[in-house]
């Protein structure tokens, strides 16, 4: 069965250090892409990086990098200069490709970033 | 600009009524999704549907209903059999498969039960 597991439920984080969020993941299917959102207090949930499981290089997208090991099946969220406004929940995902599979979701990290 | 509406984005509940939560969407997904988020928690599925008038229960669809007569429309139901609805809603759609393709979600809907 397909599983997320993120191990930190809560981080503490000076601003702007770097930080990293770890997200390992379990499945057998070769293709398969991994998410990352991000959940302000106010609830919704945005769309950080993606990661497919055939892409050579690890996704970048301004500040966010995704640091895929997939021997390791390991897809950490790291964010650069962290800021204040990056204080969230942080839900790492993954969906298998020609399945109709739901997205699976980890139980999330609470990044606290401190001034 | 394409996007999912859910209203109201708080909502509160007698006990032993039931009620409808909202969750439109105009980017022409197929798939829709209703999660349940407990404080401090992660998301669990409620219930989704991939084509019109077909949905399939999720992880807890007890105490909850939805129809799906439209693409654009997938509202939820929290009946009175949900004995512990307070919560915070979110609503997501998607095409139907497609690992690098994720979800769009709403802005959720705060359930409180009074």
């Known amino acids: 069965a397909q599983k997320i597991t993120q191990t930190q439920p809560g981080m503490f984080v000076q601003e702007k250090e770097a930080v990293t969020l770890d997200c390992t993941y379990d499945?057998?299917?070769?293709?398969?892409?991994l998410f990352w959102y991000k959940q302000p207090s106010s609830g919704e949930m945005i769309f950080l990086i993606y990661q497919g499981s055939y892409d050579q290089q690890n996704a970048t997208e301004g500040r966010y990098s995704l640091n895929f090991q997939k021997a390791r099946k390991s897809a950490n969220l790291v964010i650069s200069a962290s800021q204040l406004g990056d204080s969230a929940m942080y839900f790492c995902?993954?969906?298998?490709?020609?399945?109709?599979?739901?997205?699976?979701f980890g139980k999330g990290t609470r990044l606290h970033i401190l001034p | 600009d394409g996007g999912i509406t859910q209203s109201p984005k708080y909502l509160f509940r007698k006990e032993g009524q039931n009620v409808t939560l909202s969750c439109e969407q105009n980017l022409n997904h197929d798939a829709m999704y209703w999660y349940r988020q407990d404080p401090g928690q992660g998301l669990r599925l409620i219930y989704y549907?991939?084509?019109?008038?077909?949905?399939q229960k999720g992880d807890i669809a007890e105490g909850y209903s939805v129809s799906r007569e439209k693409k654009e429309s997938f509202p939820l139901t929290v009946t009175s059999a949900q004995k512990n609805p307070t919560a915070f809603y979110l609503c997501?759609?998607?095409?139907?498969?497609?690992?690098?393709?994720?979800?769009?979600f709403g802005s959720g809907t705060r359930l409180t039960v009074v």
């Open positions: 995902a993954m969906r298998l490709m020609n399945r109709d599979d739901k997205i699976i």
């Open positions: 499945t057998s299917d070769p293709s398969y892409g």
């Open positions: 997501a759609s998607s095409i139907p498969t497609g690992a690098n393709y994720g979800y769009t």
């Open positions: 549907s991939q084509i019109v008038n077909d949905f």
